[in-house]
């Protein structure tokens, strides 16, 4: 149990050009999910963190009009990025927590997105 | 601030044991997290320990010691598959992790 899926799994796309990321957990419903981005030999630097039905909260740093974030359902959560640079080029990652008393965070397979 | 300390990186022998050090400082605790992290994948979950001592999971253990802010994490018989990166996370009192940067463990035959 517990699987969160991402899609795409990798995209290249052009410098300008838009680039939407799901993240949706298969059997369980997620309260909360997480945006990770990790750049090479680096570790994770959380991007942002939604909860259901609400705004998410961005980390100090990363620009909520060009990372949008929406977290429509409980099983279901988008990162858009926009008017994407190849300085976004990175391996982005979700991760959904149920809640309750279930703290651990439950990560997707990741997403590695290309800017050209 | 918080903080999250580890070494960037050991080195060992297939077949040896290997302990990864952790030391945190953060506002509250909520728990201690290991992750493993094969290189290009997410991180998969490797253990969880809230109380102090030690939790065995066939050949990982993790130890926590909320007193010193420390906790380890065990690795015994090494496979050559146990090659990748290994993060340690605290949940703070916000129930937000608080990530290391990891510590590349390199298994030598």
């Known amino acids: 149990g517990a699987v969160v899926s991402q899609h795409p799994s990798w995209v290249i796309c052009k410098s300008g050009t838009s680039v939407k990321i799901e993240c949706r957990s298969l059997?369980?419903?997620?309260?909360?999910m997480f945006w990770y981005r990790q750049f090479p030999k680096q570790s994770l630097m959380l991007m942002a963190t939604?909860?259901?039905?609400?705004?998410?909260?961005?980390e100090q740093g990363v620009e909520k009009d060009k990372f949008l974030i929406n977290h429509a359902s409980l099983t279901l959560s988008t990162l858009t990025v926009t008017s994407a640079h190849p300085e976004d080029s990175s391996f982005y990652i979700c991760?959904?927590?149920?809640?309750?008393?279930?703290?651990?965070?439950?990560f997707g397979p990741g997403t590695r997105l290309t800017v050209t | 601030g918080q903080n999250i300390d580890q070494p960037t990186e050991m080195t060992a022998t297939e077949g040896a044991i290997v302990q990864i050090n952790c030391t945190y400082q953060?506002?509250?605790?909520?728990?201690l997290f290991w992750y493993q992290q094969h290189a290009g994948e997410a991180p998969t979950f490797l253990s969880y320990?809230?109380l102090d001592g030690l939790e065995e999971k066939g050949r990982f253990s993790s130890f926590l010691s909320r007193s010193k802010g420390y906790s380890y994490l065990l690795l015994k018989e090494l496979q050559m598959k146990d090659s990748a990166s290994y993060l340690c996370?605290?949940?703070?009192?916000?129930?937000?992790?608080?990530w290391g940067a990891g510590t590349k463990l390199i298994i030598k035959p």
């Open positions: 320990n809230v």
């Open positions: 991760s959904a927590r149920e809640g309750g008393s279930d703290f651990e965070q439950y």
């Open positions: 939604s909860n259901e039905g609400s705004k998410a909260t961005y």
């Open positions: 996370a605290v949940m703070d009192s916000n129930y937000q992790l608080i």
């Open positions: 953060t506002s509250g605790f909520n728990g």
């Open positions: 059997d369980f419903q997620a309260t909360t």
